[in-house]
């Protein structure tokens, strides 16, 4: 009966040392379980408004990409109608062109690789000339 007794009093000590490890699992547990469902969470959240983002984004480039295109379907006339026979008049031209139907700065490159600009500025553009007869 001692023997009964004195292992009754060993698990009597051990029994809060015991308790304090499972209740210790079981918060750590919980905070792995809390903690994977909130960054499963976040994960879906942000792949959900970056995927809004590039929809939205998307939308917003094919829009301009129509308009400016749309734009450039007038500059031809425009150069025919103005009898364009100069630099002098084909940067006016731009200029006219830019000023009415775009805000950035427009730019016509001939077949040697000079490029004109709205805003004026005269360039050669080798390389492109290059690139596109290739």
Partial sequence: MT???K????????????????IILIVLALSVGVYTLVNRTLVESNIETMTEM??????SLTSILEDEWESLEVLPSM????????????????????EHYTKSITMLVDENGVCYRSDGVITQMPQLVERLSQ
């Fill in 54 to 59: 590039a929809v939205h984004d998307t939308v």
């Fill in 79 to 98: 150069l025919k109608g103005n009898d364009v026979r100069t630099e002098k008049q084909l940067l006016d031209t731009l200029r006219i062109y830019n």
């Fill in 7 to 22: 292992s009754e009093r060993e698990k009597q000590r051990f029994a809060p040392v015991i308790t304090l490890l499972l």
């Fill in 3 to 5: 023997a009964k007794i």
